[in-house]
């Protein structure tokens, strides 16, 4: 793990990269800070989480480390150990993590109940949708320590380490550690209700786009070209054919849509 601050002070806004390793858009948005490292208006903590599995371009060394907070110093896989030493680290600090994936090309937030946190700095930022998913946040960071996690793009892509610059940059400016405004804009809001699994099968396809309506009765995935079709009307979230091993993604429901207060000037 490797850990630096910007500005002095003891750090109440941390910005963490690379909790996967095979996802390296933050931990390019943590360089760049680190090589030209900007004045801030309050410290902030940057953490590159799992740096083992970053050097070897896998999800995780051991297991993964989104699945397995809080940890235990005395863990026996690399990642539990790791989760123990990141919160302690990251104790009292407003935190921002950046992630990627294989299902959705625009960045899209996603928080652990809807906080008032949550409410006044989502929107300030450059995403598409607000996910909630505290039907599915045990062993997460976000279970732990106050946390907005972002999907900054398709994992590996050039756009998503451009998004991960900006995207942080926006965090920053929305908790006034940067000088300067951001652009609110209005936000739907998703809940996660159902893991939409999959079986196991050679060939997956997925024929919906994420974020937009599935009626019921609709064909929206094949295993092997067996049609998978809704029961009942669903908003599909983190969906993709080869993501997860077991799951296809989520079924969501849209609960509100959020509107960023006026800027105060
Ligand atoms: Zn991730």
Redesign the pocket.
């Known amino acids: 793990m490797r850990v630096a601050q910007l500005g002095s002070g003891t750090p109440e806004i941390a910005v963490v990269a690379g909790?996967?390793g095979d996802?390296p858009c933050g931990v390019r948005a943590v360089e760049r800070l680190l090589d030209d490292p900007p004045a801030v208006e309050r410290p902030v903590k940057l953490v590159v989480a799992n740096e083992t599995a970053l050097e070897r371009r896998v999800r995780f060394v051991d297991e993964d480390l989104?699945r397995t907070f809080p940890g235990d110093p005395n863990a026996k896989t690399h990642e539990g150990q790791l989760a123990h030493r990141l919160v302690e680290e990251l104790e009292g600090c407003l935190t921002f993590s950046m992630?990627?994936t294989q299902s959705h090309a625009e960045p899209f937030a996603i928080v652990n109940g809807i906080s008032e946190t949550a409410h006044e700095v989502v929107p300030q930022l450059p995403v598409v949708a607000m996910v909630e998913t505290s039907n599915f946040s045990e062993g997460r960071l976000f279970s732990e320590i106050r946390t907005i996690e972002v999907e900054c793009g398709l994992q590996g892509s050039e756009t998503a380490a451009e998004n991960a610059d900006r995207l942080t940059r926006s965090f920053l400016t929305a908790v006034d550690a940067l000088p300067g405004d951001t652009v609110g804009r209005d936000l739907p809001l998703f809940r996660l209700t159902d893991m939409i699994c999959k079986d196991r099968a050679d060939t997956y396809e997925v024929f919906v786009d994420n974020f937009t309506e599935v009626s019921a009765g609709e064909t929206f995935a094949a295993a092997d070209g067996d049609a998978q079709v809704a029961g009942e009307s669903f908003y599909p979230i983190l969906m993709s054919p080869n993501g997860y091993r077991d799951v296809f993604g989520y079924a969501a429901e849209k609960i509100d849509v959020l509107t960023s207060p006026p800027t105060a000037d």
Do not use: A, K
Request: no cysteine; proline share 0%; glycine share 0%.
């Open positions: 909790i996967h996802e989104n992630h990627s």
